[in-house]
């Protein structure tokens, strides 16, 4: 249930929230999970229909490589990125309507075609597929070919994974089209592709992440008291784990937001599993408060200020939200199993951790509230019965 608005105006008070500032933060913190039916589905979750094709993907890649095996499947890939490519003729054709693309000039360069990796993630909400790059260059280029159109626009160098939801897969298409003309020889794909199939996505979108190497939140491993190959490592794991959660929220909950609340349990995920624990003070240094009160410039925490941007009095209170709320999640991270978290257990922290406000998070009664909505239902105990 959504969380008392006058509890979590007392919360903001008591954080230093004064006269205005308290019903910007109020906007700013509302919760858009709590009104989702958190509890109406078992977890975790089937996967959706992409995973199969995916699957097939990655079988081809273990057999021709990587590179050259999205190419046959995705066909931004076998276009340049190079300024205008998007509003071409042929551009438009392959990407929009699913026409060869076999012409097309050039296509996006690789500089470590080798560094690529594809597979299926398990997750709580069910495998995703993922594609990570060794060399920086190679993720921008990813990027830019899937989510920009093949158009070279900057990529903030503290972006280091992306998802990429709502893709046009024209292969699925192709082989939905191919499986229709044999059962009907008489043609019509046409109309029963406007008719039947435009209606359901699922049937054509695929979402999958784009993940690179690199420092997380640009942090050197110096920072953190660790070298640098393991802190590369740890920063893969964050990356990905911290992803997938965002695919938690949007595929169970129906939301992913760009704001503190959202990443604040997308760190926590990505923390534990690489550490085997949540570490406060890792989050703290990701955001720019270690050394709270003060903030340094840089952090990311100012990459979540919304729309239109908080006041400079109401960031400062959500620097001290972000304070507080670190310390009940480590706090309630020792109610949870030690070690890799099972898809199912991971699934009823997220459900937890969505269903409180930040300011719930951030209050003395935060740990209680989670030990509450954490604690396993009568059907969660069936579900583990029969799964032993």
């Given at each position: 249930?959504?969380?008392?608005?006058?509890?979590?105006?007392?919360?903001?008070?008591?954080?230093?929230?004064?006269?205005?500032?308290?019903?910007?933060?109020?906007?700013?913190?509302?919760?858009?999970?709590?009104?989702?039916?958190?509890?109406?589905?078992?977890?975790?979750?089937?996967?959706?229909?992409?995973?199969?094709?995916?699957?097939?993907?990655?079988?081809?890649?273990?057999?021709?490589?990587?590179?050259?095996?999205?190419?046959?499947?995705?066909?931004?890939?076998?276009?340049?990125?190079?300024?205008?490519?998007?509003?071409?003729?042929?551009?438009?054709?392959?990407?929009?309507?699913?026409?060869?693309?076999?012409?097309?000039?050039?296509?996006?360069?690789?500089?470590?075609?080798?560094?690529?990796?594809?597979?299926?993630?398990?997750?709580?909400?069910?495998?995703?597929?993922?594609?990570?790059?060794?060399?920086?260059?190679?993720?921008?280029?990813?990027?830019?070919?899937?989510?920009?159109?093949?158009?070279?626009?900057?990529?903030?160098?503290?972006?280091?994974?992306?998802?990429?939801?709502?893709?046009?897969?024209?292969?699925?298409?192709?082989?939905?089209?191919?499986?229709?003309?044999?059962?009907?020889?008489?043609?019509?794909?046409?109309?029963?592709?406007?008719?039947?199939?435009?209606?359901?996505?699922?049937?054509?979108?695929?979402?999958?992440?784009?993940?690179?190497?690199?420092?997380?939140?640009?942090?050197?491993?110096?920072?953190?008291?660790l070298d640098e190959e393991t802190w590369i490592e740890k920063s893969l794991t964050i990356r990905l784990e911290h992803e997938c959660a965002h695919y938690f929220t949007r595929r169970v909950l129906g939301s992913m937001r760009n704001s503190l609340h959202d990443e604040l349990i997308a760190d926590y995920q990505g923390i534990r599993a690489a550490e085997g624990r949540f570490r406060a003070d890792w989050l703290l240094r990701f955001m720019g408060v270690e050394a709270f009160p003060a903030y340094r410039p840089g952090g990311r925490l100012q990459n979540y200020r919304g729309q239109p941007p908080l006041s400079e009095a109401a960031f400062r209170v959500l620097q001290a939200l972000l304070k507080s709320a670190a310390g009940t999640l480590e706090t309630v991270d020792a109610l949870r199993p030690a070690g890799p978290a099972e898809p199912r257990e991971a699934g009823r922290a997220l459900r937890a951790l969505t269903g409180l406000a930040l300011e719930e998070l951030a209050s003395p009664e935060g740990a209680a509230l989670f030990r509450e909505a954490y604690r396993p239902t009568a059907r969660d105990e069936r579900i583990a019965t029969v799964s032993a």
């Open positions: 249930m959504p969380a008392d608005r006058g509890f979590r105006a007392d919360v903001l008070r008591a954080h230093g929230a004064r006269g205005d500032q308290i019903e910007e933060l109020l906007a700013y913190t509302e919760n858009a999970f709590a009104a989702a039916d958190a509890d109406g589905a078992d977890l975790p979750l089937p996967d959706e229909p992409f995973a199969a094709a995916w699957d097939g993907y990655a079988a081809r890649a273990a057999e021709i490589g990587v590179f050259p095996a999205l190419r046959e499947v995705l066909p931004q890939l076998r276009f340049p990125v190079r300024a205008g490519v998007s509003s071409t003729d042929a551009y438009r054709a392959a990407t929009l309507r699913g026409e060869s693309a076999e012409d097309a000039e050039g296509g996006v360069e690789m500089a470590d075609p080798d560094g690529l990796a594809l597979f299926l993630h398990p997750t709580p909400a069910g495998r995703i597929p993922v594609v990570a790059a060794r060399a920086r260059a190679d993720f921008v280029a990813l990027v830019r070919a899937i989510t920009r159109k093949n158009e070279p626009d900057a990529i903030p160098g503290s972006m280091g994974a992306c998802i990429v939801g709502g893709y046009n897969n024209w292969d699925r298409v192709a082989r939905l089209r191919r499986a229709w003309e044999a059962e009907n020889p008489a043609g019509g794909w046409g109309s029963h592709f406007r008719a039947e199939i435009v209606p359901r996505k699922d049937l054509y979108q695929d979402r999958f992440i784009l993940l690179s190497r690199g420092p997380y939140s640009a942090l050197p491993a110096a920072d953190l008291g």
